[in-house]
């Protein structure tokens, strides 16, 4: 920097502990990032794309008396050895739900069948036929993805907000300097 250094102790104080903020903001949203996209083992689960949002692994209710045939979603299937969340979306267009199942299955419906159950994320464990990386339902295990209206992912907007933070402390500490 050309600017001449602080020169009350005051400002140099403020200076620091704003450096030291930006410091621990940027370590904490650089951890952040690294977790996100460390690329663990087994493929992983798309947050969703558009209007579609992940809301969790769901069985299947076919296998289960009481579902009477019933499928979770109970409409237009698509299954192919292209299939990724992407192309699914697509197909089910303005459907509530679009659903991945069993790697290569696509199942839109406008409502989940109330016998279907939320189960723990790891449930859903084939990938997709298309997309290896990424997980596509399981057996009897459907990867939802729903039309929840708002069309941002709470992890975008949480990675916003942490930059949003980061470049404040930054300008605090420009404005700071020049105190
Ligand atoms: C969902 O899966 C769980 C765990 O396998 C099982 O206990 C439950 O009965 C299933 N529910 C339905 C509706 O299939
Ligand atoms: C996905 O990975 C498996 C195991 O590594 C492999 O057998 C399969 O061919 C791959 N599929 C695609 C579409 O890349
Ligand atoms: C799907 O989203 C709608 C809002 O658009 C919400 O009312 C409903 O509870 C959601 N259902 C699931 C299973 O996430």
Known sequence: MSTSPPTTSLSRLAAVLLLLVNLILSVSAQSATATASSTPAGPTISPGEGKYQYVGCYNETTHIEAGGSVRALQGKPEANDEMTPARCFAFCGGTQFAGLEYGRECWCAPHLSSLSEKLEDGECDIGC???????????????????????????????????????????????AWFL
């Open 129 to 175: 036929a298309g997309e290896n990386g990424t997980i596509c339902g399981g057996r009897l295990r459907l990867t939802l993805y729903n039309q929840t209206g708002t069309g941002n992912g709470a992890a975008g907007m949480r990675g916003s907000a942490s930059s949003l933070l980061a470049g404040a402390a930054g300008l605090g500490i420009v404005i």
